[in-house]
């Protein structure tokens, strides 16, 4: 069982973050859209879940981050677009940088809005005073990023789509299974796609 990445692909450690992230992702941001609800009861509720939820995942999202980062990328699979493919690196970087901003600014905002961040049953208080132009600032990064976010998932999952429909090069092939075999049965026109 491999867990580390290999250059033709991913372990089962970035499997796993991979998987986690994108459910806590869209949890989240599900959560965050709710809570902007005009009721004040269902507000103020899903805000709360929000932020247990946000807190409890924080260190598995903060490591799924610095895994990829320290990790690296694996290189294309035989018969992935090599036009696209730093494209789609980039991507992911950049998407991995958002999350980052998302898990910074949240309880930041908080924070400088006056607040303590509440945790299931405990709250965590603010270690400095409310700032109402800090806070305003970082509520617009954490919305905006957010939008950023989810339009970033839509365009991953056609992305996804794409490779299993269209390209049927087994890129897709590299984030669900770790010990996967190689596509070395390709036919050489689409290994060497461009």
């Known amino acids: 069982m491999r867990w580390k990445d290999t250059r033709s692909g991913y372990g089962w450690v970035s499997i796993a973050l ?39 995942a924080y260190l598995i999202l903060w490591g799924r981050i610095l895994w990829r980062f320290a990790a690296g990328h694996p290189a294309p699979h035989p018969g992935q677009s090599a036009i696209l493919f ?8 950049l998407f991995l940088i958002a999350i980052a901003a998302m898990l910074l ?5 908080v924070w400088s809005g006056g607040d303590a961040i509440e945790v299931f049953a405990f709250a965590i208080p603010s270690p400095f005073g409310p700032s109402s132009g ?7 990064i954490h919305g905006v990023t957010a939008s950023l976010i989810i339009l970033g998932v ?12 269209f390209d049927r090069d087994g890129t897709f092939d590299k984030i669900m299974i770790a010990d996967g075999a190689e596509r070395d049965d390709l036919p050489s026109a689409s290994k060497a796609k461009a």
């Open 18 to 56: 991979h998987w986690l992230a994108a459910i806590l992702v869209l949890t989240m941001w599900t959560l965050g859209t709710m809570s902007q609800t005009d009721v004040q009861d269902d507000a103020a509720w899903y805000a709360h879940l929000h932020m247990s939820i946000g807190v409890s």
């Open 86 to 93: 730093p494209i789609a690196k980039a991507f992911h970087y």
């Open 154 to 165: 839509l365009l991953h999952i056609l992305a996804a789509l794409k490779h299993i429909v």
């Open 105 to 109: 600014s949240g309880p930041l905002m």
């Open 134 to 140: 800090l806070h305003d600032v970082l509520r617009r």
